[in-house]
């Protein structure tokens, strides 16, 4: 591997994208904004996606440091973390980036940027879910195929 490889692993990584596409919702909303306000409601639902979506992550990354295991999605982890957060969701990390991109497109009032939110969810599926699940697999094997058959993706 080339001195890049690591550069790419450094930057490559889901709160890079998460904060390029808070950065594109965030400049449309100032550069186009919605007509109108959204409302308390709306505001409201921003708030809770965003807390929700702080919460999955903080809990899963206190998960994977309480079993001792990476948190980079470019490493082969040590364990297949089964418990806390991730009895409920394979990927809780990657829903929480999901909810707080939602959440502040609602909350800036950003409505032309919600495609973003689609897009970022093929982003992690294609660069991170099926790379690390693979990995996964190789290196768990069927403990692995296990737990998929009893824990969704995004759940």
């Known amino acids: 591997m080339g001195p890049f490889a690591s550069l790419r692993e450094a930057v490559d990584i889901p709160p890079v994208w998460l904060a390029g596409c808070l950065s594109l919702a965030w400049s449309q909303s100032r550069l186009f904004p ?7 409601v709306v505001q409201l639902m921003a708030g809770l996606l965003v807390g929700g979506g702080i919460l999955l992550a903080v809990l899963a ?6 079993q001792k295991t990476t948190v980079l999605p470019h490493q082969v ?9 991730f009895r409920r969701s394979r990927n809780p990390i990657y829903l929480g980036d999901l909810l707080i991109l939602a959440g502040f497109c609602l909350f800036w009032g950003a ?9 970022f969810f093929w982003i992690l599926t294609d660069r991170f879910v099926e790379p690390e699940e693979a990995r996964l697999r190789e290196t768990f094997g069927r403990a ?11 759940a």
């Not at 919605?34 to 308390?40: E, K, L, V």
């Not at 982890?77 to 957060?85: C, F, H, K, N, T």
């Open 111 to 119: 409505w032309w940027s919600l495609p973003l939110v689609p897009l």
């Open 144 to 154: 692995f195929e296990d737990y998929c058959a009893r824990t969704r993706r995004w």
């Open 61 to 66: 990354i206190d998960e994977m440091r309480r």
């Open 34 to 40: 919605w007509p109108g306000d959204g409302g308390s």
């Open 77 to 85: 982890p040590a364990i297949l973390v089964q418990s806390g957060i």
